[in-house]
């Protein structure tokens, strides 16, 4: 059964970092596409960063990119995502999710995601 | 800012037959790319409905279709119940962004 783990969400001051994991389990992760996709309080959902399965290629939306670095430990089969420069904007539920593609595909969809972990950025 | 324009809310009686729309741009949906769809119940995580614009994973119920024509795509429910009370979001590929997958803005769907 696959399943994503997120872990590491909080509170956290503007300025300041957080890194993120996502464990999974029942897929290689290396194998996969693998998204964050976050979800401000009461918003729509944004996909923020993203990890090519083959290649490892990274991906980054213009709100973070320069900011955040997507990254996966294969010994562990985790994702991780590490926010610096943490902004108010930036709170939100950070949910990864997998594609079924092992590469960033027009045909991707995302078929399982994890439970989320809550950031919140306030002084 | 979604490129993918959703209404905000859609309601319908149970039994009753409810539309959501997603409207895209001549880089996402316009470009021929899939779209997919995402339920999500209140307090849950997104879960995945409909996919590559009309097919239904194992387990989703039929009274779900989606469609897509030209810029835009549908997702209808039929037969509405109580249980499908909750936000859907669609989903696709934007040439044009440094992300390429979108969603849309999502829509709240309530059972009168």
């Known amino acids: 059964e696959v399943q994503l783990l997120e872990s590491g969400g909080g509170l956290v001051q503007p300025g300041g970092s957080m890194r993120l994991s996502c464990a999974a389990s029942?897929?290689?992760?290396?194998?996969?596409?693998v998204i964050w996709v976050r979800q401000a309080p009461g918003k729509g959902l944004e996909c923020v960063s993203g990890?090519?399965?083959?290649?490892?290629?990274?991906y980054y939306a213009d709100s973070v990119k320069g900011r955040f670095t997507v990254s996966r430990d294969k010994s562990e089969n985790t994702l991780y995502l590490q926010m610096n420069s943490l902004r108010a904007e930036d709170t939100a539920v950070y949910y990864c999710a997998k594609g079924n593609i092992d590469y960033f595909s027009s045909r991707n969809f995302f078929d399982s995601w994890g439970q989320g972990t809550l950031v919140s950025v306030a002084s | 800012q979604s490129v993918l324009t959703q209404p905000p809310s859609v309601s319908g009686a149970p039994g009753q037959r409810v539309t959501i729309s997603c409207t895209g741009s001549s880089s996402n949906i316009g470009a021929h790319y899939d779209v997919h769809w995402y339920q999500q119940l209140p307090g849950e995580a997104p879960k995945l409905l409909i996919s590559g614009n009309s097919n239904r994973p194992s387990g989703v119920p039929d009274r779900f279709s989606g469609s897509k024509s030209g810029t835009s795509a549908s997702l209808t429910i039929t037969g509405l119940q109580s249980e499908d009370e909750a936000d859907y979001y669609c989903q696709s590929y934007d040439n044009s962004l440094s992300i390429f997958y979108v969603f849309g803005t999502g829509t709240k769907v309530t059972v009168l």
């Open positions: 029942g897929f290689n992760l290396s194998r996969q596409t």
């Open positions: 990890i090519s399965g083959t290649g490892g290629g990274t």
